[in-house]
């Protein structure tokens, strides 16, 4: 990696703040899933261990720059402290007289979470001196461990580095950084990609960037592929199509002939019936889709077509449902494209997958250890793989 990792820092003693990405569910004040905690745990026991005073700092939801309790990181201090083993204090304020004293009072090893930056509308807005009283809390050591916020440049994860003397990755974020570099600028080959989700338009970047990367084959699940079946004349009833997309889909199949990638997309869905939804569930092939139906899921046999268009894959990129995922009975598809990309990783596939959807169908499956790399970024990650330098990481410290 080109940027310095936490790894080249000198902490001992030293105040260093961490930018992590927190920003988990909690209900009635209790945290109720707590995998992006855990996966910045490593990061901030190195620091620990290294006898480093440590402020960490988070986003959670979207409190649009005022307090507001519900987006409180307070349950998320008790949790980390479960967590850890040890206390972590409290800070009520992520910069000003609440913030500094507590700062002040760490000693060596101890770790202090800071609250909502959100509360404050300078922190989306990358403003300059919200960065510096963030920075001023530190010795001017800067950790950034939140990929998942790192294609967005806020006051603590771009506007700090102008302000401390040194700001390097966390081991978080080297590890995305690795696996997902791996994948798009030196991968193992056959290498298939897999996307779902809604909207085409979201993901013309990445499909953009994987083609000239002449990934072997993309396959295509969820909504997005009723884009690319209108653009080919196919009835698709009432299902989810971007209409203004449609010649950007046919763009994209022809540049994907052209470089000889292949598009696969699915043969057979789940259909509703527009008027009667809660009755009329059933599998169709794609093509006896009439202008009632809309598709909200792909069919067993896409699963099959998928399963077999992954046989001897050493790379797989996987990103987005392959249906509405959060109805029951639509998770089918994903959750078993779940057990397929599983099966590739055992027969030696490198498997990544990003995305809230796609990451919850894997823990449905119960195949999480099978897999390479699971990615905490949603965004993020999608703009890694378009090719983007992500501002977070941009503003690191070059090693
Ligand atoms: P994205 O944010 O683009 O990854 O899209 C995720 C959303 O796509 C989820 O909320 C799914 O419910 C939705 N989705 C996927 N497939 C379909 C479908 N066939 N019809 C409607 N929504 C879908």
């Given at each position: 990696m080109s940027k310095l990792s936490i790894k080249d820092l000198d902490l001992k003693g030293g105040r260093v703040f961490v930018r992590v990405d927190f920003n988990v569910p909690i209900k009635e004040g209790k945290v109720t899933d707590?995998?992006?905690?855990?996966?910045?745990?490593?990061?901030?026991?190195?620091?620990?261990?290294e006898g480093a005073r440590v402020i960490l700092a988070s986003h959670l939801?979207?409190?649009k720059g005022e307090r507001v309790e519900k987006y409180s990181l307070r349950p998320v201090a008790e949790h980390l402290s479960e967590v850890l083993g040890k206390p972590v204090a409290f800070a009520d304020d992520c910069v000003g007289e609440a913030a500094e004293s507590a700062a002040a009072r760490l000693k060596d090893g101890e770790v202090l979470l800071l609250e909502n930056l959100r509360f404050h509308p300078e922190e989306e807005k990358n403003d300059d001196g919200f960065a510096a009283q963030l920075a001023k809390l530190s010795d001017g050591l800067y950790v950034n461990d939140a990929f998942g916020a790192a294609h967005r440049a806020h006051a603590?994860?771009?506007?700090?580095?102008?302000?401390v003397e040194k700001a390097a990755a966390g081991l978080l974020m080297e590890k995305e950084l690795e696996y997902l570099g791996r994948a798009l600028n030196n991968p193992e080959r056959p290498f298939v990609a897999i996307l779902g989700g809604a909207k085409v338009s979201d993901k013309i970047p990445v499909i953009n960037s994987l083609i000239s990367r002449k990934v072997d084959k993309?396959?295509?699940?969820?909504?997005?592929?009723?884009?690319f079946f209108k653009a080919e004349g196919f009835n698709t009833g009432k299902s989810l199509v971007e209409d203004d997309m449609l010649d950007t889909a046919r763009e994209?199949?022809?540049?994907?002939?052209?470089?000889?990638?292949?598009?696969?997309l699915p043969t057979d869905h789940q259909v509703v019936d527009s008027f009667d939804p809660l009755n009329s569930r059933k599998t169709i092939?794609?093509?006896?889709?009439?202008?009632?139906?809309?598709?909200?899921?792909?069919?067993?046999?896409?699963?099959?077509?998928?399963a077999r268009e992954l046989e001897g894959?050493?790379?797989?990129?996987?990103?987005?449902?392959?249906?509405?995922?959060?109805?029951?009975?639509?998770?089918?598809?994903?959750?078993?494209?779940a057990h397929a990309v599983a099966e590739a990783a055992d027969k030696g596939a490198t498997v990544i997958v990003g995305g809230g959807d796609s990451v919850s169908a894997i823990h449905q499956a119960g195949v999480a250890e099978k897999i390479t790399h699971i990615s905490t970024g949603g965004g993020a990650t999608l703009?890694?793989?378009?090719?983007?330098?992500?501002?977070g990481v941009a503003a690191l410290t070059d090693k």
């Open positions: 707590d995998t992006r905690i855990r996966a910045a745990v490593p990061t901030i026991e190195y620091a620990i261990g939801g979207r409190p603590s994860t771009a506007g700090i580095t102008r302000h993309i396959l295509v699940g969820g909504a997005m592929a009723y884009t994209i199949k022809q540049r994907a002939e052209a470089e000889g990638v292949r598009l696969v092939p794609v093509e006896f889709t009439n202008q009632g139906l809309v598709g909200l899921d792909i069919g067993r046999e896409t699963v099959a077509l998928f894959a050493k790379t797989i990129i996987w990103n987005g449902p392959m249906g509405m995922f959060e109805e029951k009975g639509f998770e089918e598809g994903t959750v078993g494209l703009e890694f793989l378009a090719g983007d330098e992500l501002p």
